[in-house]
């Protein structure tokens, strides 16, 4: 019988190196594991490598930190709430980041491929556009396929005949397998299993994928209550390494079955850090003046979370105004 | 107002109601319908519950036939998984759906389009310089190469409508063949994975449709403009000769539905 291993938040984000190649839970605006982020930052970590299925809000804090050097996703923004990442466009527009680009399908392909322990993972999708353009090629360009860094394959992709069934041209996207998964997670068993309450995106393979995994969660749950219905559950102890307990983790992004997303948190957000002055009056509140999660959430106060709270029939709020009527 | 099958005349609907209406007249009922955020959501749920009740939606974060009560506000929301038949992550929609082959319909946008439905939502300027970046790919490139049928849901104006698109994130009918980059039909390029491509684009002046040879034309055009308006805000030379009409107008029923059942709360209509 396993064992969690549960560390402080602040322990957790010591262990991340600069330089290091991460991976994230969630999708867009959900599940993302953002007091991970914010306190990484306040401990000064950069250089870092993100490779994202699709980048959100917790990749656009860290952008605008400038302690992003390496970029490789297929999306960045924050859906109807910030319809492209202000800070990213910012800093790729200004030549302060590298950044490759993919597609959906693509950036999915390379996860999975580093999930199963295989190089490679075969995808018709997304052929003939300029995402595979040579010319467009920003690790190539950057000078990084030079096999030195083992997080960063030798070509952005291969385009083989399909030697089985005469199908055609067919790419090979390479696998990624980053030092970290930095995984948010609802609930976590006693002996480290890992439930999630909603779609699971990519979160069992961003974490089968990485070397090292570190879930933040709400709260740990008897393992033999996650055990009476083991189809519901993402990932089994063995597959992760570190927890940290820490309630309201995600916000302002959603945990369906805890809290919506925060919509006006990300909205203003958005809004506020189109400039770096912007970006650095805002980390300054939210990130470097404030010492942890309990002050964070003191400032957001109890109603703002109250309204935020997911209705236990539903799994979303029904408190929070969403439009004009 | 009655929530007749009347349509509905100038001033008594808003440009996004006719949008939604023409959106939700290309899905046919028992379609397979990969939707995002936004337009899309207000198309298929309005189709749902005219025409097409047999219609599936699946959202690329993971939900498969939701029956959302309340409109979804992102594809990643709780509220789209809301009695789903399948609830999974994006292996699941973009390799065990879309590449396997069960996708009719998907609607898209973009920043940039040109002629053979080639749209762009990376960049503006050289992609290695760029002046101005969007979003990027997402599902668009892919839901593009794989969907048997696409809806493009684009704004009509001239540096949006270009001879070439600045960055080519999502495929339409004429592509480059990497690795040289020679222009190629999209059959070529897609072999016997080719599915279909564009087939309409829809814009708050008009609807464009392709002709055999993924070219695009002027199909419809919205009540309160001319072809005139329409060619006066396309950057590339348009093909106005296949004018059909006059783009129907949404009823009043459909009126009805769109704010007093699928977006009470007034999330995507004013």
């Known amino acids: 019988m396993g064992k969690a291993n549960i560390i402080t938040l602040k322990e957790a984000a010591g262990m991340i190196n600069d330089g290091d190649c991460l991976a994230f839970s969630g999708f867009t605006i959900w599940r993302r594991p953002c007091q991970l982020i914010y306190e990484m930052l306040r401990q000064g970590k950069k250089d870092l490598h993100l490779f994202e299925v699709q980048g959100g809000y917790q990749s656009e804090v860290m952008v605008g930190a400038g302690a992003v050097r390496l970029w490789e996703s297929s999306w960045m923004g924050q859906e109807i709430l910030g319809k492209t990442g202000v800070n990213l466009s910012r800093k790729q527009v ?23 322990g295989i190089p490679f993972f075969p995808t018709a999708l997304a052929m003939g556009t300029d995402i595979l353009n040579p010319e467009y090629d920003g690790f190539g360009r950057a000078g990084l396929r030079d096999g030195s860094n083992p997080k960063i394959a030798r070509n952005k992709y291969e ?13 090979l996207m390479p696998a990624i397998n980053p030092n970290w998964a ?10 480290g299993t890992v439930r999630v309450l909603a779609q699971s995106y990519n979160d069992s393979d ?42 309201w983790a995600a916000h302002p992004t959603g945990s369906q079955g805890y809290y919506d997303c925060d919509a006006d948190f990300l909205r203003e957000f958005n809004k506020v850090t189109r400039t770096q002055e912007g970006y650095d009056k805002w980390a300054e509140e939210w990130i470097y003046g404030v010492s942890g999660p309990d002050e964070y959430l003191e400032k957001l106060g109890i109603t703002r979370l109250e309204q935020l709270r997911a209705s236990a029939a539903l799994g979303y709020s029904t408190r929070t105004k969403r439009g004009t009527r | 107002m009655t929530a007749s099958n009347e349509y509905a005349k100038i001033g008594e609907f808003k440009p ?51 029956r959302p009560i309340d409109l979804p506000t992102s594809v990643g929301d709780a509220r789209c998984a809301y009695q789903s ?44 310089k760029p002046s101005v970046r969007f979003t990027g790919s997402g599902g668009n490139a892919d839901i593009n190469s794989f969907a048997r049928r696409t809806v493009l849901i684009m704004v009509q104006e001239k540096r949006r409508f270009k001879e070439n698109v600045d960055y080519i994130t999502s495929p339409g009918w004429r592509l480059k063949k990497w690795p040289t980059g020679e222009w190629a039909h999209k059959k070529d390029v897609y072999g016997k994975f080719f ?57 009043y029923k459909q009126i009805d539905i769109l704010y007093n059942k699928v977006d009470p709360e007034g999330i995507f209509l004013p």
């Open chain 1, 94 to 116: 200004n030549g302060e980041i590298i950044v490759d680009d993919y597609s959906h399908g693509h950036a999915v392909a390379r996860i999975m491929a580093g999930a199963c």
């Open chain 1, 159 to 171: 385009i083989i005949k399909d030697p089985c069934f005469d199908m055609g041209d067919i790419l």
């Open chain 1, 182 to 191: 930095l995984i948010y997670a609802p609930m976590v068993g006693t002996e």
């Open chain 1, 206 to 247: 961003v974490l089968k994928a990485a070397d090292k995994v570190i879930v933040i969660c709400e709260e740990i749950v008897p393992d033999e209550y996650l055990r009476q219905e083991p189809s519901q559950n993402l990932a089994a102890g063995h597959e992760i390494d570190y927890v940290v307990v820490c309630p």
């Open chain 2, 16 to 66: 996004i109601d006719l949008l939604a209406a023409a959106a939700a007249r290309e899905v046919n009922d028992g379609d397979v319908v990969f939707a995002g955020t936004g337009l899309p959501m207000l198309a298929i749920a309005l189709a749902q519950n005219e025409h097409a009740p047999n219609a599936v939606c699946i959202y690329e974060a993971g939900s498969i036939d939701g």
């Open chain 2, 85 to 128: 038949s399948k609830a999974g992550g994006l292996f699941e929609t973009f390799y065990g759906q879309l590449h396997s082959g069960y996708v009719d319909l998907g609607f898209l946008g973009g920043a940039e389009i040109d002629k053979y439905g080639n749209v762009n939502t990376t960049i503006l300027g050289d992609y290695n």
């Open chain 2, 195 to 251: 599915h279909g491509g564009p087939t309409a684009v829809i814009t708050n002046m008009a609807v464009f449709r392709f002709d055999e040879e993924g070219i695009m034309y002027l199909d419809t055009v919205h009540p309160g403009f001319t072809v005139e308006d329409v060619k006066n805000n396309t950057g590339f030379d348009l093909n106005v000769s296949r004018v059909s009409g006059e783009t129907t107008p949404p009823t």
